[in-house]
């Protein structure tokens, strides 16, 4: 691959950010996509933008269509130029899988951001990365980074980009998003929850009245509940408590936070801080984690649904990042919700919305750019993680919790142990000694240390394992032999009744009819 890299994305990039968005305040979906919308064609502008699986038709996968219309001479033509700038894009979305967020706002970010900047097949449908985690934000920023870009990024797709122009690059689309319910109770109105009972005030954020027929709900249920109520035996409940922070997570169950006029917000303000890191997990998953090569460029968002009655939603836009060449860039709301606080604004149709205010920024577009770097992949490694054999199907139990670091050392250990492992292989000399080794594993063998040495209490195991196996061949032998000679018993046994029941036409004194002798009449 060329060792120059895309001087065009980085002034791209610097133009995008020179576009100002608003953060933290309720608005229309379609108001929040076009922001959206434009920050990522500022990313591609100039370039041919490839999404359409047709105009990949340069690649040829080795798989036949049994109608063989995908081998059909006139679809060569769709594919790209390659020798154009070309930026090769793929969209991921994550969301709580409640029902109630199954609206106007999905079915809108599917036509306006994922009809797009996500794939399409060969029959024009879009096919974006969809992941429904329990509660919204991520079930883990590591994998959500590896699937959205494995499943987009083809190592021979990418090697035909990289070569035939130096400008060539991939955009990775995420946008993580969490959920948050909207009741009015308004002047005259009272409502309790979670024992505290809200008389004639605005609103309360983290209760929803799905429809007139229904009752209101908790929602995000899975994010109210695991604040007033955690439960450590719930693998959700750990996984968003661990995205809020300990921190946090004190704050506001003890701190009901209202807006000026009452409203309680402390449920809104969890959902933001889940959506933002889990942002900030996959950004370190497509930066510092590798998943990204010095060609990939990240553009992530992090938002909030808020779900009101018949279908009506609104978005917060939270905050946005991008990730190229060793350099993080993020602008928003942050992550300490004591430095949250809120007030009610009256949007141009008359309706009143919250905004969130964080760090005492009242203007969000000027809410501060923050810059931080990481080491680079090298060109050596990311070929290494683009081949078949450098991807280890031997996964080692982790935590919910677990970092990306833990995981690194993980990774780490299972080399070093392979490695080990390996070794040994190559100094055996015999099938029968692989088979030996083989039993050994099941039997229990000696267990291995963080660095892959052999513990040192268990070495007189290796005596007592070799007999057993000495004994468990020699058994296995002998076993054979018997079930041969019982089989050919059987068999014998089973010949002579047949020869008996042929022959004189009865068994055990039982007359068989089709058996007998004597002549029959004939009809005539």
């Not at 400008?167 to 505290?196: A, M, R, W």
């Amino acid at each position: 691959m060329p060792k120059r890299r895309c001087q065009d994305m980085q002034q791209r990039i610097a133009d995008m950010w020179s576009q100002p968005s608003a953060f933290g305040e309720e608005d229309e979906p379609a108001s929040v996509y076009l922001s959206i919308i434009a920050n990522r064609y500022a990313l591609v502008k100039g370039a041919q933008l490839i999404r359409d699986e047709l105009l990949l038709a340069f690649n040829k996968p080795g798989y036949h269509n049994k109608n063989k219309s995908s081998h059909s001479p006139h679809l060569a033509q769709c594919a790209a130029n390659l020798s154009l700038p070309s930026v090769l894009t793929t969209c991921g979305y994550t969301m709580c899988g409640d029902r109630i967020c199954q609206s106007r706002a999905l079915s809108q970010y599917k036509s306006m951001i994922a009809g797009r900047f996500g794939s399409m097949t060969e029959g024009g449908e879009n096919k974006p990365e969809f992941f429904f985690a329990t509660g919204g934000g991520t079930d883990s920023g590591p994998t959500l980074a590896h699937v959205t870009v494995g499943h987009a990024l083809d190592s021979a797709i990418k090697k035909k980009m990289y070569t035939k122009n130096a400008e060539s690059c991939f955009l990775c689309n995420i946008d993580v998003c969490t959920h948050c319910g909207h009741l009015e109770v308004g002047p005259g109105h009272s409502h309790s929850f979670l024992g505290n009972t809200y008389d004639g005030v605005g609103a309360v954020y983290g209760l929803a009245q799905e429809s007139v027929f229904r009752d209101p709900r908790p929602t995000c249920g899975a994010i109210v509940g695991m604040i007033s109520n955690f439960n450590m035996q719930n693998p959700v409940h750990v996984r968003l408590r661990n995205d809020l922070g300990e921190a946090n997570f004190n704050y506001l169950k003890n701190n009901d936070v209202q807006a000026d006029d009452g409203s309680s917000v402390r449920f809104l303000i969890a959902a933001a801080i889940i959506a933002i890191q889990g942002m900030r997990n996959t950004l370190d998953a497509l930066g510092p984690g590798g998943e990204l090569d010095e060609r990939g460029v990240g553009h992530m968002t992090a938002q909030v649904q808020v779900n009101n009655r018949e279908g009506f939603e609104t978005i917060l836009y939270c905050a946005r990042a991008t990730v190229f060449n060793g350099v993080i860039t993020e602008q928003g709301l942050g992550t300490d919700a004591s430095k949250f606080t809120a007030e009610m604004v009256t949007n141009k149709d008359g309706v009143q919305q919250v905004k969130l205010i964080y760090d005492g920024v009242q203007d969000s577009e000027a809410l501060p750019i923050v810059v931080r770097t990481y080491d680079m992949k090298s060109e050596s490694e990311h070929a290494d993680m683009d081949t078949e054999e450098g991807i280890d199907v031997h996964m080692r139990p982790l935590s919910r919790s677990a970092s990306w670091a833990d995981m690194q050392r993980a990774a780490e250990e299972m080399m070093a142990d392979e490695a080990l492992d390996s070794d040994s292989d190559m100094s055996m000399a015999s099938s029968h000694s692989v088979r030996k080794r083989s039993l050994q594993n099941k039997l229990g063998s000696r267990p291995r240390s963080k660095r892959g040495s052999l513990a040192k209490d268990q070495e007189p195991m290796e005596k007592s394992t070799e007999l057993v196996v000495k004994t468990a061949d020699k058994e296995g032998g002998i076993g054979f032999y018997w079930a041969c000679v019982l089989v050919s018993a059987f068999y014998i046994a089973l010949l002579s009744i047949t020869i008996v029941f042929f022959s004189q036409g009865s068994v055990a004194g039982i007359q068989l009819p089709f058996f007998q002798t004597q002549s029959m009449p004939l009809r005539n």
